[in-house]
């Protein structure tokens, strides 16, 4: 698997996916440039995830905000604190490593050795923050000390209020963001898999809390067992949205030729949740490196727009209308109840957040009373999701070494990535037979032009025809179009006006009228 890796590797560096960052002065490590196919690639990606998560649906809509923020954004959230990795330094050897990773990092001075086993003198593991600090405006001071995004998520947060007023949307419904974010990683490693800068594909989905669920249709609906739930319905509570979520992440997968075997599912232990999560299941995917995260999907209770509501004093509450209708009508010990568990929650949020006991208890108690008016802080369900991470899954799902003749007929070894068509950088490529004939050449640049403003197309006259369709099975472009003397007529009246298709997968060839090659095309790349 390290040799199949390898292979991955030197494929994206030989056929422009992926390059060292700034390699001509020797590379900066955790960073990574995408080439031309692995930019047409990325943008494959971010194009179906934002077809998926939000043009698809009704209850889904977009934002994309600032990389800086206000630093007390991370505060809120928790990660000027927390958000740290242990870390141990070596005086011997002036290296620096995860305290959690010794044991599989080599060791600088005898990379024989793993740190954990080398002799020299350790520090103690400290927390190291990961977050990259810069200066906002002309004054280096601490005051004007920012932060670049560890996550997208917390942006969705902060303009939660404005999207929900100007976007006509009612909870439950969500916010969907694709941009870059930036963690300063002890040690970045597995190529792309943990950079310092990558780019993240989140969803922060509002729903409503059980307890107003619970007022409004009487009872609330949970997972009978596992599997899709199906369409979306208003009695649902968190764990339906949450498994709902997971559900559709795999899905998304699956559409895009990641098929379920390839992916596991781990529901974290109670024991490993952060405090405010209820649930955390992380897709992982089996790379050659080991199964490792491609997606985790949290159900986060309503921890975020709490903090936010906390450190920005403006409310983050919604006022829900059913609610308040329904609030009415209930008997006065099932208006109790649902107010008891409702300040016990919240009661429990404040507490654990630090709140002095008497004001953790009347702001609970507060917000009891609210919940009774029809008002609450929103629950949210977070799919969070890493662009980089996929399109490396993707490469190392789709690489294939099979066996096709060569110009002999002899069989050799063909290097062919089976790219969904979805993904594929480039979705066709046109050849004219031969290049030093006017008549192929110019049919096929016009083929060329008629499919160019619907899709990703090579044109490529070098080599011999088999050399092409090689070079274009190594990118994963799933059809070649070649015009030759039959197109032009040459062969006799029935074929004239019509191409070969060849077929990346089956290596099968298909005649195909001109006329309706951009429709046969176009069925088969949907
Ligand atoms: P890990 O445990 O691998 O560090 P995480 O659990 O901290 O990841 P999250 O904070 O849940 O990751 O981030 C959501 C997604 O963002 C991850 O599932 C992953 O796809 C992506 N991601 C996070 N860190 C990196 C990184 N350093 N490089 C590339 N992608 C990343």
């Given at each position: ?46 194009e179906q995830w934002w077809l998926q998560m939000t043009r698809f649906r009704d209850d889904v809509v977009g934002l994309d905000a600032t990389i800086i923020m206000h630093p007390r954004i991370w505060e809120a959230s928790g990660h000027v604190a927390t958000f740290s990795d242990p870390m141990v330094d070596c005086k011997t050897c002036k290296g620096r490593f995860r305290a959690d990773q010794l044991h599989e990092t080599p060791c600088p001075r005898k990379p ?415």
């Amino acid at each position: 698997s390290q040799q199949l890796m390898e292979k991955i590797v030197a494929l994206c560096k030989r056929r422009g996916f992926i390059f060292p960052s700034s390699e001509i002065y020797g590379g900066i490590n955790g960073f990574w440039d995408y080439g031309p196919l692995g930019a047409e690639l990325k943008r494959n990606l971010k194009e179906q995830w934002w077809l998926q998560m939000t043009r698809f649906r009704d209850d889904v809509v977009g934002l994309d905000a600032t990389i800086i923020m206000h630093p007390r954004i991370w505060e809120a959230s928790g990660h000027v604190a927390t958000f740290s990795d242990p870390m141990v330094d070596c005086k011997t050897c002036k290296g620096r490593f995860r305290a959690d990773q010794l044991h599989e990092t080599p060791c600088p001075r005898k990379p024989s050795k793993m740190v954990s086993e080398c002799e020299g003198e350790k520090t103690e593991p400290r927390p190291f923050n990961l977050m990259f600090k810069t200066i906002v405006g002309p004054i280096e001071s601490e005051e004007n000390v920012a932060y670049l995004r560890p996550e997208t998520a917390q942006a969705i947060f902060a303009q939660f209020k404005n999207v929900l007023e100007t976007s006509r949307q009612k909870i439950p419904f969500g916010i969907a963001q694709i941009g870059k974010a930036f963690r300063n990683e002890v040690t970045p490693r597995n190529y792309t898999f943990r950079s310092r800068e990558f780019e993240q594909m989140e969803l922060e989905f509002f729903i409503r809390p059980d307890e107003a669920v619970e007022a409004i249709y009487g009872e609330v609906a949970r997972p009978a067992g596992p599997g899709h739930p199906g369409e979306p319905q208003p009695n649902w509570g968190w764990q339906m949205w949450h498994q709902y979520w997971v559900e559709e992440r795999i899905r998304f997968y699956e559409s895009i030729g990641l098929p379920r075997t390839t992916l596991e599912e781990y529901w974290q232990k109670p024991e490993e949740l952060a405090h405010y999560a209820r649930a955390c299941v992380d897709i992982q995917f089996k790379f050659p490196f080991g199964t490792q995260e491609l997606e985790g999907i949290a159900a986060r209770s309503d921890f975020d727009l709490s903090q936010h509501q906390r450190y920005s004093g403006r409310p983050m509450t919604v006022f829900d209308e059913e609610l308040r209708a329904a609030w009415g009508r209930l008997e006065p010990s099932k208006q109790q109840d649902l107010q008891e568990r409702y300040y016990r929650h919240r009661l429990g949020y404040l507490t654990r957040m630090g709140e002095p006991a008497d004001k953790a208890e009347a702001s609970a108690r507060q917000d009891a009373e609210m919940l009774g008016k029809g008002y609450y802080i929103p629950h949210v369900i977070e799919p969070s999701a890493g662009v980089d991470r996929l399109a490396l899954a993707l490469l190392c799902h789709a690489y294939d070494e099979d066996q096709a003749p060569n110009e002999k007929g002899e069989p050799e070894t063909r290097v062919v990535l089976r790219l969904h068509p979805r993904i594929a950088p480039i979705k066709v490529a046109v050849f004219p037979l031969l290049k030093n004939r006017p008549a192929l050449v110019e049919k096929a640049r016009q083929i060329r032009d008629l499919l160019r403003p619907h899709m990703n197309v090579f044109y490529d006259d070098a080599g011999a025809i088999g050399r092409r369709y090689r070079r274009q099975d190594e990118v994963g472009t799933p059809f070649c179009v070649t015009v030759d003397f039959e197109t032009l007529g040459e062969k006799g009246p029935e074929l004239k006006d019509t191409v070969t298709v060849r077929d990346r997968d089956t290596m099968q060839q298909t005649r195909v009228p001109i006329s309706g090659l951009l429709e046969w095309l176009q069925s088969r790349l949907r």
